[in-house]
């Protein structure tokens, strides 16, 4: 990270700013610890904090050549989202409670290329609707950063019911039409939790198609039989397309979701309604996003401290 020097619209020079955002609301946000942030992130940067301390609560970051996000899934999701450069650096580390986009083994790659996308929506790892998927945005921020992932646990017989999407699911060789209990769309080894996706590959350009169809019965009779698909994808996972008369697990670059109402989507652990056409894929910003665990933050705090001896 050496130093870097631009010239203004003016003809001056001027120092390229790095904003480090820190959400206090994720579950280890509290313990992102800004003299460590700042020592390893200022090297040839003016450098600005900015803390997220309410839902909802982001802003224009076009001023900034660099962006160190200091969150979870939902905190890198809105940074994803927001205003700014397009030549920008995004620097992710995870502070989350689950941390499932870092966990599904980004943390091994430090590098990602693809980033998915809904429309003019994007995000990290997987979108999705149905049986559970209210579980990643309910959560009270509290509970979350008291009990960790216990805190979802006590959400799981809440929402084992029955789902009834109404969609159309087209890719570029599949279509079908009809009531679903789950939709997901997914570009990761792990979702709730679960290491089921065994076809992922990074930056293949590729997301997974996960959609399991609604039983004819609801009440008792329709969660034993809705059971019995959860567990298979779940539980068992996949190393291959799979189809059956309950359940379809198949690759693709390009989906289309159409819906005839609005639906919540579970959108990296953040609440979002969608309808009418979602056309989803996956595109790449002009510089892949840096990942960064625990242990490299400190070799790079290390590494610049000592520099400045």
Do not use: W
């Not at 820190?22 to 600005?48: C, H, M, P, Q």
């Not at 890719?171 to 290491?195: H, K, N, V, W």
């Not at 009779?221 to 068992?236: D, E, N, Q, S, T």
């Amino acid at each position: 990270m050496s130093k870097n020097i631009e010239t203004n619209n003016r003809g001056a020079t001027r120092q390229p700013r790095c904003v480090i955002v820190i959400n206090r609301l994720s579950g280890n946000g509290n313990r992102a610890d800004e003299r460590t942030l700042k020592s390893a992130f200022e090297r040839g940067y003016s450098v600005d904090f900015y803390y997220i301390t309410q839902k909802q609560m982001l802003k224009d970051f076009s001023a900034y050549e660099r962006i160190v996000v200091c969150g979870g899934d939902g905190t890198l999701n809105g940074i994803l989202n927001s205003k700014m450069r397009d030549d920008v650096e995004i620097i992710y580390l995870p502070y989350g409670t689950l941390n499932e986009f870092y966990k599904g083994g980004i943390k091994d790659n430090h590098f990602l290329k693809d980033i998915c996308f809904a429309n003019d929506l994007y995000f990290s790892y997987v979108m999705a609707a149905g049986i559970f998927t209210p579980i990643g945005y309910c959560v009270n921020d509290k509970k979350k950063r008291k009990y960790k992932a216990l805190a979802y646990i006590s959400h799981v017989v809440k929402e084992y019911k029955i789902h009834r999407i109404k969609a159309k699911l087209t890719t570029q060789d599949y279509c079908d039409e009809g009531e679903y209990s789950l939709i997901m769309a997914i570009d990761s080894p792990r979702c709730f939790g679960f290491r089921f996706n065994r076809l992922f590959k990074t930056d293949d350009g590729i997301m997974h198609l996960l959609a399991i169809r609604a039983p004819k019965n609801n009440g008792l009779i329709g969660k034993i039989k809705i059971f019995f698909p959860l567990f298979r994808a779940f539980f068992v996972g996949f190393n291959k397309s799979y189809h059956s008369k309950n359940m379809e697990f198949r690759p693709f670059d390009k989906l289309t979701i159409s819906l005839n109402e609005d639906v919540d989507f579970d959108v990296d652990g953040e609440k979002k309604t969608l309808s009418g056409d979602i056309n989803m894929g996956i595109t790449r910003f002009s510089r892949p996003i840096t990942i960064l665990g625990k242990a490299d933050l400190k070799n790079l705090y290390v590494a610049n401290k000592d520099s400045n001896l």
